[in-house]
């Protein structure tokens, strides 16, 4: 069967606003920027190579979501020089916005932060998010409902009255 | 599960001091390119025949297409590579000098051109059809001649009519042997427009 890949373009077009919005709901806004450059210039380097046209938005958020757990990553490193912790999350100082919200989301493991934003600011089906976060797709459910359950636990009565 | 938190997670916007898109964007395109991951570079200028899209690989002008051609930019990811990017800059020395020749000020192209988009005999013909100056034009009989067959002014139309490199690659230069305008891809108005701004005399017109 012959691979039909679109322009890389193509996908930037469809996609690229998505991307972005996920990656800075989920690595923060200063690390979202870095996070969506990151993400564009690995993929462009390993579109030649891809085997399947199938789901082509599914493999650019699987590399989106693997540079926010490499970010979690290096940052637990470097708050932590000798724990093992790579789910810490980094809570960005004073986040602007929905403030509150913003830092209980930062606030959650990598994977749930993950599948909530996917599920929630993208309004993606459990079986794309399944993909994207490596999980089967009863998986992908329990880390939404896990996440959403610790945004409820930690979010202060004052600002879940906030709209 | 679907409750107020799911609401306002809905509404959850990026932050003001986020860079916009398109800055995001020219970032990215910088990087790719200046780490070599841009295999084919393309956009789309205005002409005085209409919007010609133009496309470069490394290695030169792979392609100019009449229109905003997106069959042409897909065939560009399918038949040179996928890592295919609209990145104007790369382009514009082409615009600059495709400017000139349409006001008339340049009469020669000094660009680095693409062939591998083209193979075999018509590549032959497209390679002598690049020799015809500025002002004159050649038959298909002619070009099939100089290309080495004699007998081949079909395949020299095809050639004609296959021409990845359209304008730079002057096949508006190319005539029927009674005169006649032949065919174009741009369109006959377009064909006549090109001869008429190289000063051509044309029997039918």
Known sequence: MVRRLPPFQTLLDEHATDLHRFLVATAGPHDGADAFQETVISALRAYPDLQSDRNLRGWLFTIAHRKVIDLARARSRRAHPMAETPEIAHVDPEPPGDASLWTAVSGLPTKQRSAVVQRFVLDRPYAEIAEVIGSSEAAARQNVRAGLESLRRILPDHARQEV | ?205
């Not at chain 2, 070599?36 to 209409?50: E, H, K, M, N, Q």
């Not at chain 2, 229109?67 to 990145?87: C, H, N, Q, T």
């Not at chain 2, 081949?152 to 009519?161: H, L």
């Open chain 2, 1 to 205: 599960m679907d409750d107020e938190i799911g609401r306002r997670l809905r509404h959850l916007s990026p932050p003001q001091e986020a860079p916009d898109m398109t800055t995001l964007l020219d970032d990215v395109n910088r990087r790719a390119e200046a780490e070599g991951l841009v295999d084919v570079a393309w956009t789309v200028t205005d002409s005085p025949i209409g919007p010609l899209t133009l496309a470069a690989t490394p290695a030169g002008l792979v392609r100019v297409s009449f229109g905003e051609d997106e069959a042409a930019v897909d065939d560009l990811a399918r038949r040179v590579s996928p890592r295919v990017l609209r990145a104007p800059g790369r382009l514009d020395d082409v615009r600059r000098q495709l400017d000139e020749y349409f006001e008339g000020r340049r009469h020669d192209f000094d660009l680095p051109l693409d062939w591998q988009l083209s193979s075999g005999f018509r590549r032959q013909v497209l390679a002598e059809l690049v020799q015809v100056p500025y002002g004159q034009t050649v038959s298909y009989k002619d070009l099939a001649v100089r290309a080495g067959n004699p007998k081949a002014s079909r395949a020299a139309g095809s050639a004609m009519a296959t021409n990845p490199i359209a304008v730079i690659v002057p096949c508006h230069r190319c005539l029927r042997t009674s005169g006649d305008l032949g065919g174009y891809g741009g369109g006959l108005d377009a064909k006549v427009w090109l001869l008429h701004l190289e000063g051509s005399r044309l029997l039918d017109i």
